[in-house]
């Protein structure tokens, strides 16, 4: 006898059918005695009088009633009246997970925060012995209070009492084989399709397709027809998660693969082996954001042009945008020389996120054509690999400023920043209008950072034609005053370099007085001119600027070695290595420091860092003399001093005059012991230019050498040089 809305069945009030099925009918109803809503399962009227349908109906009640699990409906009770067979269970108001999935999957956290309490539901029917072997999307709901609940045991298999351990293996007892395929035929196992005997793993083979599902959008397998998903599930091999979606994590896609094993034997072999995997995932991947807070490493763009002669442009590309982003005061922005490391690297974005402790990277790319540019720019979510953002622009050459305004205004709304009207004003802020000069402006930094007296003299040259171009350009500017600082310092000692570095870095300080990169070139130059006090409060501007800024520590430090306060040079080149932890210098410099301190301990442990970051440095950057002759220094006063004195070989065959070189291998045959080879190339450094008195007077490691008659000549003839 057919059930209408309005009838009443013993004592439920029946309000609308929910849904309809091979295995019964469910109806929303009244429980008129406790006064509640519940859902009520009618075994059709049809097969009222079929023992294996109203069996197996039954066998569907019992399995759900011997589970208490909040993510598994319970079943209140199994009633027969007036002429109806049916159960009643609680009331699920939500929406089915069938309905929730978009096209292109959901995010991960959503994915591990339904996935997790659902293999434990499962889990817990298999403990007590019960198949589902009918899971899908359809057959979960998400309840308006955020639970998630397994639906619909009509095809489960039953067995009395809990299932053993060996259910997990192999040899695991199986359910008797049922006549026929029952299911639904895209989430069934390959032997569910072959109509064998199953066991417990026929669900998690199942459940590999929903995790597929909710992650991708998509079915692992051929669905186009019913006949292309049996074929496929029974022949072809899954698609793989990370194939479909490349910014989730393998750790996914390698879980969802176990469930979708074909071979049984295979495939993951318990719901709570799978839960776990599950939690362990989500364990791993807490939020970088709620670690560092709001945070960013912008990488080096990678050059997509024709010739690709564009790395000087897309560096600066980057660096300008890091320039505005560091302006925000709500985000922290990793130093461009931590960030800059990453070119070109094959590092995932978890690992280059852990080493910069940043939550989101920035990456991109440029292709410049003549006066065409067509940048690609994209943030990525660290935890989880996807885009929060990404935008091409192609757009005239010109138009380049524009284009790294607009990408930092993006990010800050991506990473929810909210912008002060002084910032905003920042970001704006351009270093020049002319073109021209901003692409003379990037190479010339190129050739600057090489730290190579050739370099430095082209980096002059390319200073000097922006500066032309734009007379108010304060970077070019302030790159001008390291040049002339850097052959002030290392090649020729002239009055007329150190003037010159003076003058620029103050006309770029007038220029633009809240450029740390220019406070910190005004350090260096008012330090040479041994004007100490202004050299530490431009030191100290730059820092307060940008407490990124390798260079203000590195220069400050330097400085505060040349004037003799130890201490605080110590402290200053901790605070580069903080910066950049990946830096040689600062390590393998304080060490000295750490040693004429009376602190034996943190001078060897400082060396042995500063040379094992020497040696990954030389694996990439082979020709940089610098790295050799540090880390010969370090090896030498560690005791190795036939592996040093081989570095030091080394670093004099790469650029035998150049006089900052020459300098340091003194200081290393020094301390080996060598004492008439150090004097002879330390006369040579001066002969090349290096003029540096207050360096030769506080350097420890040329104390062998005080009472040398030609060291003490030498010194006199430093003194006679006005140094």
């Not at 589970?67 to 929406?95: K, Q, R, W």
């Not at 029952?182 to 196992?189: C, D, E, I, K, N």
């Not at 990678?302 to 925000?328: K, T, W």
Request: aromatic letters at 8%.
């Amino acid at each position: 006898m057919a059930v209408a809305a309005g009838d009443r069945v013993s004592r439920y009030r029946l309000i609308d059918k929910l849904g309809e099925g091979g295995m019964g009918v469910v109806w929303r109803a009244h429980d008129e005695s406790l006064d509640r809503e519940i859902a009520v399962k009618f075994l059709p009227e049809e097969f009222a009088d079929d023992p294996e349908r109203r069996a197996r109906f039954e066998r569907e009640a019992k399995a759900v009633a011997a589970l208490n699990h909040p993510n598994i409906v319970t079943i209140y009770s199994v009633e027969e009246a007036e002429g109806h067979f049916f159960f009643t269970m609680e009331m699920v108001d939500g929406e089915p997970l069938s309905k929730i999935i978009p096209e292109d999957g959901l995010p991960l956290e959503r994915v591990l925060d339904l996935a997790i309490p659902l293999a434990g539901a499962i889990n817990a029917a298999h403990e007590r012995g019960i198949i589902h072997r009918d899971l899908k999307p359809d057959n979960i709901m998400l309840a308006g209070d955020g639970l998630v609940k397994i639906l619909d045991f009509g095809l489960a298999q039953f067995r009395q009492g809990l299932m053993s351990n060996a259910a997990a293996d192999s040899s695991a007892t199986t359910m008797r084989r049922e006549e026929g395929i029952s299911g639904t035929l895209r989430y069934m196992s390959p032997e569910q399709i072959r109509g064998e005997a199953l066991d417990h793993r026929t669900d998690l083979f199942s459940f590999g397709v929903i995790l597929f599902q909710m992650s991708t959008g998509r079915l692992p397998f051929l669905d186009a027809t019913a006949a292309d998903a049996l074929a496929s599930i029974l022949k072809d091999a899954p698609l793989n998660v990370d194939d479909v979606k490349p910014e989730l994590p393998r750790q996914l896609s390698r879980i969802v693969a176990r469930c979708l094993e074909k071979q049984v034997r295979r495939r993951t072999q318990s719901a709570l082996d799978l839960r776990n995997q599950l939690e362990q995932l989500k364990h791993e991947r807490v939020s970088m954001k709620e670690k560092y807070g709001p945070s960013i490493a912008v990488l080096p763009f990678v050059d997509m042009s024709p010739e690709r002669d564009q790395e000087y442009f897309c560096e600066g590309m980057a660096e300008e945008i890091l320039n505005a982003l560091s302006r925000i005061r709500g985000l922290r922005v990793a130093s461009r020389t931590s960030s800059f490391r990453f070119r070109n690297a094959t590092a995932d974005s978890r690992d280059i996120g852990k080493q910069l402790r940043v939550g989101t990277l920035l990456e991109g790319s440029v292709r410049r054509s003549g006066g065409r540019l067509r940048i690609s720019a994209q943030l990525v979510d660290v935890d989880e690999g996807y885009h929060l953002w990404s935008e091409r622009y192609d757009r005239e050459l010109t138009d380049v400023f524009d284009i790294q305004d607009e990408i930092a205004r993006s990010i800050a709304r991506a990473l929810q920043v909210t912008l002060t009207a002084a910032e905003k004003g920042e970001i704006q802020k351009t270093p020049t209008r002319d073109v021209q000069a901003y692409d003379y402006y990037l190479r010339g930094r190129k050739f600057y950072y090489q730290f190579g007296r050739r370099e430095i003299e082209f980096a002059l040259q390319l200073f000097s034609r922006a500066i032309e171009l734009d007379p108010d350009f304060a970077l070019a500017w302030a790159g001008l005053a390291d040049c002339w600082s850097f052959l002030f310092m290392y090649s020729e000692r002239s009055e007329t370099s150190r003037q010159q570095a003076e003058t620029a870095s103050g006309r770029a300080i007038q220029l633009d007085p809240e450029s740390a990169q220019a406070q910190a070139s005004r350090g260096v130059a008012l330090s040479l001119s041994r004007r100490d006090d202004e050299a530490e409060k431009a030191f100290e501007t730059a820092i307060g600027l940008d407490p990124t800024l390798f260079e203000a520590y590195y220069f400050y430090a330097r400085h505060c070695f040349v004037g003799g306060d130890l201490e605080k040079a110590a402290r200053m080149y901790q605070q580069a290595t903080k910066v950049f932890p990946e830096d040689y210098q600062a390590r393998l410099l304080v060490a000295q420091i750490f040693e004429e301190l009376g602190r034996p301990a943190d001078a060897e442990a400082a060396r042995r860092a500063g040379i094992e970051v020497a040696e990954k440095h030389l694996e990439l950057n082979p020709d940089d003399a610098r790295a050799v002759y540090l880390g010969a220094n370090g090896l030498v006063a560690l005791g190795e001093v036939e592996r040093g004195l081989e570095w030091a070989a080394r670093a004099l065959e790469m650029a035998p005059d150049e006089p900052m070189l020459l300098y340091n291998v003194g200081c290393i045959y020094s301390l080996a012991g060598r004492i008439d080879d150090a004097v002879e190339v330390l006369e040579r450094a001066v002969a090349n230019g290096l003029t540096q008195k207050r360096w030769f007077e506080h350097d420890n490691n040329l104390d062998p050498l005080r009472e040398h008659p030609r060291f003490r000549a030498l010194m006199e003839r430093l003194e006679r040089s006005k140094s």
